[in-house]
Every structure is written in C-alpha cells, then in structure tokens.
C-alpha cells in the first residue's frame, strides 16, 4: 500500500511508521509538507495519489494553545480539511487522529463517553480539534477518527516526565482526580494498522488502551514496575495549581472513552497496565 504520514517526526507517527513496514511509506513533516498550505498539500496528495494519508501532525501543547492564536487552528482544523479534500479528490482514506478534549470532560466517572456522546470542547485544543474532526467528515466519506488520550511512546511523555522525576527526588505530588486511560503509541498505531488491513468501516472509534485509573495511579504503577522508590502525594487539581504555582488550560475530569466500537471489528485493546510494562521494557527500564 502506498501510504502517505504527515506530521512524521512526532511520536505517534514513529509508532505507525514501524507498524506500517514493509509498505511504501512517503513520511513528510512541516518543513517538506505544511498541512495548513491548501493549496501544497493538494499538489503533494495528487502527484503522490497514495491509497492511505494518516495524519499525524498537529498543535498538541494544551496549555500553549491557550495563548498561540490562529495558528492552533491552522494546524488542527485547517490541515485535516486540507487533507480532506485532497483525499476527496484522488480517492485515498484519511486517517486522522483526535482526542478526549472534544467532550467536556466533565461526565460522572462511573461513566464514559461514546463515539456519539454531545461534544463540549472547553480548551483551544479540543475546540481545534473538533473543528478539524468536524472538517473531514464535511468533506470526505472516506476517513478514520481515532480519539485518542494520554499518550506516550518515543517522545517527551507523561511516563519519561516521572520516570525522571522518580529518580531525583523522593516525593511529588500527582493529580488524583483527572480519570482516563494511559495510551502506549505502539497499541494506538497498531490500532491504525488493523483497521487498515482489515478494511474495518470508516468512521469515528474511541482508541485508547483498556482500562481506567488517575495520573496518581499511573505514577504509582510507573515507580512500581520501574523498581523506583520515590513517595507520591496524591492531589487534587486545584490543589496541583497552587503547589506547582501554574496557569494551565482545562484538564478534563473524565476523559474515560468506551473501546467497544473498535472491539467489535476484531481488535484487541490490551489493558494499560500491560501496555505500560512493555513501554517500560522497551526504554529499558524495566
Ligand atoms: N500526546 C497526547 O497525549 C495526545 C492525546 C490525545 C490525542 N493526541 C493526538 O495524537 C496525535 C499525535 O500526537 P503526538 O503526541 O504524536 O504529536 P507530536 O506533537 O509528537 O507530533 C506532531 C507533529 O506534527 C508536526 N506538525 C506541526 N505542525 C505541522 C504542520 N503545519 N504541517 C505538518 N506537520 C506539522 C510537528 O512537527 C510534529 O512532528 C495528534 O493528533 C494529537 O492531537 C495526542
């Protein structure tokens, strides 16, 4: 297959390039394919014509998207509707990557959210990228959404944030009131690649690993597994501002998301904790 990945030098896109071997893979990145550039990006897909355009670039500094004006737009609503119509006009599929942030987060964590649950964006970020998701299915047919949370592979992350922390100092403090699922890139871009193989139906699925716990939970898991000795203090949201004196946009509460759309094409979603030993394994850690 010939597959086209923007946005390729970000983490998730090292995660599908490695899943996706053995394809012809063209990678660009915003020096050789700027996805907010109309009219480069119409060019590009229509002298290519590739079958699959997975898109990985985006804005994805939450609270910088606060204050960085147009460009947050640009870059995740502007680029997919690009993509879109270039994908329109040569006939590839476009798959496209989102997030939690387009609900509200702010649903009972006894629950979590389907596909079709109302959309609340209440950051520059999810109101981007519900713009963007709002975009493709404007304007193609032909599309894959995965709404993804939490991520972490081959990047600056959550899990080597604390891997570092828990290895110079003796007690921090994590958020416990936040819920969702930690995300290895590998299982999201093996998400990517069955749906692809297996010509699943286009649409939007919820692609997260399986399963619910806090960043206080996560940290704790990460120190345990990675035979760290380091105390962590559990916090609330409010109480994370004021220690850490931070200004940072709307995190969401809940950002649980059901997997159940996209078990039932066949795919297996592993637990967090199973993602996360092996994330732990490959960087060496564990
Ligand atoms: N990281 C997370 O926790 C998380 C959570 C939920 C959803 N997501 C989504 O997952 C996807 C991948 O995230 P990631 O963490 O791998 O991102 P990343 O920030 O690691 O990489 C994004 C890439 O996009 C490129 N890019 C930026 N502007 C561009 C432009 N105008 N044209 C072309 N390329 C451009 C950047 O150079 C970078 O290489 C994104 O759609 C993001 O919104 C991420």
């Not at 299915?137 to 032909?142: P, R």
Request: one cysteine or more; hydrophobic letters at 35%.
């Amino acid at each position: 297959m010939k597959i086209l990945i923007t946005g390729a030098n970000g983490m998730l896109a090292k995660s599908v390039i490695k899943r996706l071997e053995g394809n012809e893979i063209i990678c660009t990145d915003v020096e050789d394919l700027d996805i907010t550039n109309e009219e480069t990006v119409k060019e590009f897909v229509t002298k290519i014509k590739p079958e699959y355009i997975i898109n990985c670039a985006a804005f994805t500094a939450v609270d910088k998207a606060e204050t960085a004006g147009e460009i947050v737009e640009k870059i995740n609503a502007d680029g997919p509707r690009n993509l879109a119509k270039a994908a329109k006009e040569n006939d590839s599929v476009l798959v496209h990557v989102s997030t939690d942030y387009v609900f509200g987060g702010d649903l009972d964590v006894e629950k979590d959210y389907k596909e079709d649950d109302p959309k609340n964006p209440v950051t520059a970020y999810g109101i981007t990228k519900l713009h963007g998701e709002e975009a493709i299915i404007e304007n193609l047919d032909k599309y894959y959404i995965f709404r993804t949370a939490w991520l972490y592979g081959d990047g600056n992350n959550f899990v080597r944030t604390m891997l570092k922390l828990g290895e110079t100092k003796d007690e921090i403090n994590v958020v416990a009131d936040q819920h969702g699922s930690p995300t290895y890139a590998e299982d999201l871009a093996n998400f990517i690649g069955e749906a692809i193989e297996k010509k699943i139906p286009y649409g939007i699925y919820n692609a997260t690993n399986e399963g619910y716990t806090t960043w206080y939970d996560f940290t704790k898991a990460i120190f345990e597994y990675a035979g760290i000795v380091c105390r962590v203090n559990p916090v609330t949201t409010e109480e994370y501002i004021e220690i850490m004196k931070v200004t940072q946009a709307k995190r969401p509460k809940n950002s649980q998301m059901t997997k159940e759309k996209l078990k039932a094409q066949g795919i297996e979603v592993p637990e967090w904790e199973d993602a996360l030993k092996r994330y732990l394994k490959a960087e060496g850690k564990m």
